[in-house]
C-alpha cells in the first residue's frame, strides 16, 4: 500500500551509517507518497550496457536508479560532497515522480519545453538534459522522439534539482533567466500539490 511520508522516511540506505547524510541532503523537499526506496552506496558505478558493475568496462557514473526495482544506486565519494550529493540525489528521486507523474502534467512539461526550444533558448539546469539537448535533431518536437522524450524525463529531473538548489551557483546551471524563472513557477505548482508519487 503506499504510504505518505517524509523523502527520508521513504528511503532505506545502505550502509544505515549514511542515512543522516541523505537525510540532510533531502532537506526542505515535500511528501512522497508511495513504496519504500533503496538508496545503495558503492565506491564505484560502471555503467555497460544497462547494468551497473563495481568495476570496467563501461562509463563511470555518480548514480544510476532502477524505477521497476525502486533502487537508487549512488557513488560513495557524494559523502564527501553535501551539495553535489542533495544534487544527484534529487535527480535521481525525481525519476520516480516522472514515472507517476500522469499524462496531464507531461503534457504541460512538454509543452514548455517545447515553447523554450522554439525561442532557441540554450542552456540547461544538468549534465543529463545538456546533452541530450543538444543532440536533438530537427523535427524531434514534432515526431516526438525517444532522444525527445529522454530529455523531457532528464530534463524534469535536473530542474527538479536545480529547484531546490537554486540559490547557489553550479557550472551546469546555464538556462537563461526567463527560462529559468518559468520552470521555476511550473515546479512551485507541482510542489504545493505535495504529496507526489513516487
Ligand atoms: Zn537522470
Not at 535521481?92 to 533558448?121: C, D, K, M, P, T
Not at 513557477?185 to 507526489?196: D, E, G, N
Request: charged share 30%.
Amino acid at each position: 500500500m503506499a504510504r505518505r511520508v517524509s523523502p527520508e522516511g521513504l528511503l532505506r540506505v545502505k550502509p544505515r551509517e549514511a542515512a543522516k547524510a541523505v537525510a540532510q541532503a533531502l532537506t526542505g523537499l515535500p511528501a512522497l507518497e508511495g513504496k519504500a526506496v533503496q538508496v545503495v552506496f558503492r565506491p564505484a558505478l560502471w555503467a555497460c550496457r544497462g547494468r551497473l558493475q563495481a568495476r570496467p568496462p563501461g562509463v563511470e557514473v555518480y548514480a544510476a536508479s532502477f524505477l521497476r526495482r525502486r533502487r537508487i544506486y549512488l557513488e560513495k565519494n557524494l559523502l564527501g560532497d553535501p551539495s553535489e550529493l542533495r544534487r544527484i540525489l534529487i535527480h535521481e528521486i525525481f525519476h520516480f515522480v516522472w514515472l507517476r507523474l500522469g499524462n496531464g502534467r507531461r503534457r504541460e512539461w512538454e509543452a514548455l519545453l517545447a515553447a523554450e526550444l522554439r525561442q532557441r533558448a540554450r542552456g540547461e539546469l544538468g549534465h543529463s538534459s545538456q546533452w541530450r539537448k543538444q543532440a536533438l535533431k530537427p523535427g524531434a518536437i514534432r515526431a516526438r522522439s525517444r532522444r525527445w522524450r529522454e530529455y523531457l524525463c532528464e530534463s524534469f529531473c535536473d530542474s527538479a534539482a536545480w529547484y531546490f538548489l537554486r540559490s547557489a551557483s553550479h557550472p551546469e546551471f546555464t538556462l537563461n533567466k526567463e527560462c529559468r524563472q518559468r520552470r521555476e513557477r511550473w515546479f512551485a505548482r507541482l510542489m504545493a500539490c505535495a504529496p507526489l508519487p513516487v
